[in-house]
């Protein structure tokens, strides 16, 4: 493990290729369930460059109307989001450092020419808990930043099977990724990257 920037925790090959592989199976069962589809920025409806999907009993979505939220349904099929795997809840509990089971699990699939702004994780209820990223795929470019826009950001190349863990001081930490690097990894077979994110969305009862 390894500290990086403000305490966000990097876990490099935390995943073999042999785990690689069965995770990206796994994907595609809760794919096959709900599809992946395209988000819409709130107010303007300008497209996301990433395709998502959710797994467990919440999913984070956002539209032109409504805007960020979570919801118990797939927005474009109205179904229930399958349940969160079981290889992900082991992730978790090996490197969440919390009590707390995650809720949600959101699902990004980037292209080779998809990105991701620099925001916060600040849509839930219960920032105790982390969020977990997962990385499968090609290489990105991952951003880390302050509590606010503003401040200085430092750059980390994540590798396929690499795991980011933002919890403690480093929960709403400012993120993103600026760029993919295409043909860095062979794990997909027509290239891009998978980000899983698992986390916590209300407080314990």
């Not at 927005?75 to 992900?88: D, F, H, I, K, N």
Request: charged share 25%; glycine share 10%.
């Amino acid at each position: 493990m390894i500290v990086l920037p403000g305490g966000v925790r990097r876990y490099p090959g935390y995943l073999d290729r042999a785990e690689q592989e069965a995770l990206v199976e796994v994907v595609r069962q809760v794919v096959s369930v709900a599809p992946l589809y395209v988000p819409v920025m709130p107010r303007s409806g300008q497209p996301m460059s990433v395709r998502m999907t959710n797994c467990g009993t919440l999913g984070w979505v956002t539209d032109r109307d409504r805007g960020y939220r979570y919801q118990e349904t797939h927005p474009v099929t109205g179904a229930p989001w399958p349940p969160l795997p079981q290889r992900l809840m082991e992730i978790w509990r090996d490197v969440g450092e919390t009590p707390l089971e995650p809720e949600a699990c959101l699902v990004n699939f980037y292209s080779d020419e998809a990105r991701m702004g620099l925001h916060q994780d600040r849509d839930e209820r219960e920032f105790s808990a982390p969020v977990v990223s997962i990385s499968l795929g090609n290489a990105c470019l991952f951003r880390i930043g302050g509590l606010e826009r503003k401040d200085r950001t430092t750059s980390v190349r994540l590798e396929s099977g690499d795991i980011v863990v933002l919890g403690g001081d480093s929960r709403l930490l400012f993120h993103g990724v600026d760029r993919i690097y295409p043909n860095t990894s062979t794990l997909l077979k027509n290239g891009g990257r998978i980000n899983l994110t698992l986390r916590r969305v209300n407080p314990a009862q």
